[in-house]
């Protein structure tokens, strides 16, 4: 616990989380509403607001013991940060009166909460009396237990019935900040040395990556500017190899391999791509901003693509006719694997949303699919945990497609926060988010 890490009053920083906290209960993403946070705020902010969407199932639970009716939508907003931040002395950022005293102060000076702090005074206070008991009683809650949707609990414990407890608690994890080497630039063995030289703790994950003992402003690591490493996931940096591998083994003509990367914003698998194979990359995106990223990103690293704006589901606006030696489809998803990175994606979700994208992946695999080259192949992925957007997915589109194999691939990949290793190909990742990988490779020559 710690009282006085920054020099920015506290209850500006939970004013701003409640702010955050409201935002994504009208709908908007976390990433979103920091925007519009102040800058000197945002770093404090957005921890306070990590972690109220974390527990915000035990907060909401909570809030109901001790008040039946809900205050006004600010002040409740206010209420379940506070909550979130003391309900349990183990994780709690900083010591409970701290808190208490700086919600009713957040309470005081915001206008719209101003006649409410008396309120949020007695409830927080009552809490810290009867802590125990209050806890004890949201134990009879799933939502306030698992810190998910109702909805999503049912579907996860549904896909994944040996191991639905751990992904939801690995989901309530911290995300480590992993990096992806940059093999054209330096080696996996040379950059951890390099991040020794400066004291800074790190092991190797998987083939390329490696995972910071602690995050830190990955502007300040050595090689940033020169760009020998990228921010990626250790799931995530399974997609280029998995792609490549195959095809260059089986392409004997001596040309550059021609690779899609349909969804490629903001780029990371099409520099993964570009890194380990000399290859020609188009690299696909409908948002033209976000393009922009994969140009400035590719352009750190001292790497190039062919990059288009397009929409992957209809072709006819940006393909030249060429069939490719692979696809990368990295799909639209619920982004239900990566939830200990974007907390706020359980509780913007609805149980719809899973048809609906799941009925645009089919759509994506089954327009893609003719722009492959006999022999060539298809990498569909998410970063989902739910099977109908993985094999569910794929099986309906093998049965519907008889020239299509699939590959031996790695499936789901459940989220890990430390524990058992998830062992493919040949290295051991204790730490990954949530993903789906198929490999599909497409008959004749």
């Known amino acids: 616990m710690q009282d006085n890490p920054t020099q920015v009053p506290l209850w500006r920083q939970l004013q701003g989380a409640a702010s955050l906290l409201m935002a994504v209960r009208d709908g908007q993403s976390m990433t979103a509403a920091l925007e519009d946070v102040d800058a000197t705020l945002r770093p404090g902010?957005?921890?306070?607001?990590?972690?109220?969407?974390?527990?915000?199932?035990?907060?909401?639970?909570?809030?109901?013991?001790?008040?039946?009716?809900?205050?006004?939508?600010?002040?409740?907003?206010?209420?379940c940060v506070a909550l979130a931040l003391i309900w349990t002395e183990h994780d709690a950022p900083y010591t409970a009166h701290t808190l208490v005293d700086q919600a009713v102060e957040a309470a005081k000076r915001g206008d719209a909460t101003q006649h409410q702090a008396s309120f949020i005074n007695g409830c927080l206070r009552r809490f810290l009396r009867e802590r125990d008991d209050l806890v004890a009683r949201t134990e009879k809650s799933p939502q306030a237990v698992w810190n998910h949707p109702q909805w999503w609990i049912d579907r996860v414990r549904k896909d994944h019935p040996g191991d639905w407890q751990a992904v939801l608690q690995a989901n309530n994890s911290r995300a480590p900040l992993i990096l992806r080497v940059n093999e054209r630039k330096t080696t996996q063995a040379a950059y951890l040395k390099a991040l020794a030289a400066v004291q800074i703790d790190a092991a190797p994950v998987g083939q390329y990556g490696v995972i910071l003992a602690s995050a830190r402003p990955v502007t300040g690591l050595p090689g940033f500017a020169e760009g020998?490493?990228?921010?990626?996931?250790?799931?995530?940096?399974?997609?280029?190899?998995?792609?490549?591998?195959?095809?260059?083994?089986?392409?004997?003509?001596?040309?550059?391999?021609?690779?899609?990367?349909?969804?490629?914003?903001?780029?990371g698998k099409t520099a993964h791509l570009l890194e380990i194979a000399d290859c020609e990359v188009t690299a696909l995106d409908i948002d033209a901003h976000r393009c922009e990223r994969v140009g400035q990103n590719l352009l750190r690293l001292g790497l190039q693509a062919e990059i288009r704006v397009g929409d992957a589901g209809e072709p006819d606006g940006w393909w030249d006719g060429r069939l490719y030696d692979g696809i990368l489809l990295d799909a639209p998803c619920t982004a239900s694997g990566i939830v200990r990175r974007h907390p706020d994606v359980r509780w913007l979700r609805r149980p719809t949303d899973i048809a609906q994208l799941a009925a645009i992946q089919a759509k994506l695999l089954q327009t893609l699919w003719p722009l492959l080259k006999p022999g060539g192949r298809l990498l569909y992925c998410t970063c989902s945990v739910f099977r109908a957007e993985g094999d569910n997915q794929i099986q309906t589109f093998l049965t519907h497609h008889t020239d299509a194999l699939l590959r031996p691939s790695p499936g789901h990949l459940l989220p890990q926060s430390g524990g058992e290793a998830t062992v493919f190909?040949?290295?051991?990742?204790?730490?990954?988010?949530?993903?789906?990988?198929a490999l599909l490779e497409k008959s004749g020559r």
Request: with cysteine.
């Open 45 to 79: 902010v957005q921890s306070l607001g990590f972690h109220t969407l974390r527990w915000l199932g035990r907060a909401e639970a909570l809030r109901q013991q001790l008040a039946r009716r809900p205050p006004p939508p600010e002040a409740d907003a206010l209420l």
């Open 425 to 437: 190909p040949d290295n051991l990742m204790r730490e990954h988010d949530g993903f789906y990988y």
């Open 228 to 267: 020998h490493f990228s921010v990626q996931d250790a799931a995530a940096q399974l997609a280029a190899p998995l792609l490549l591998e195959g095809l260059a083994a089986s392409d004997g003509s001596g040309t550059r391999l021609h690779i899609l990367d349909a969804c490629a914003a903001p780029g």
